[in-house]
């Protein structure tokens, strides 16, 4: 079993900075592949990035340059910082853990990022 928990979300200004935490406890956390996903209002639930166990990285292209993901395997915890926010980036943020041998996933249960002026 692994347990999620985000936290850093709230409202910021277009052009602002949030930094969103996920802490994972249950599990050898240095084993999971870690994604962000989003789920704006009426729209469907997408991948923001993903790092793997040694660190590699994946972003969806509409945060390239702007987010980054990272993760600190000594403190069971994954980061996305956001730069240069802007009103579509408006979303509910999960934490999702992939398990790999297990093919087992874990979702987080999300937490508001709110980019408005």
């Known amino acids: 079993q692994v347990q999620l928990v985000e936290s850093g979300g709230g409202l910021v200004q277009p052009g602002g900075s949030l930094r969103l935490s996920c802490a994972a406890s249950g599990s050898a956390f240095s084993f999971l592949i870690m994604s962000w996903y989003r789920q704006a209002p009426g729209k469907q639930r997408e991948l923001v990035t993903r790092i793997t166990q040694d660190g590699g990285t994946g972003y969806a292209d509409s945060v390239k340059g702007r987010f980054t993901v990272s993760r600190d395997n000594a403190k069971n915890t994954v980061y996305l910082q956001m730069n240069s926010l802007k009103p579509e980036d408006t979303a509910v943020y999960y934490c999702?853990?992939?398990?790999?041998?297990?093919?087992?996933?874990?979702w987080g249960p999300g937490t508001q990022v709110t980019v408005s002026s």
């Open positions: 999702y853990a992939f398990v790999p041998g297990a093919s087992t996933i874990y």
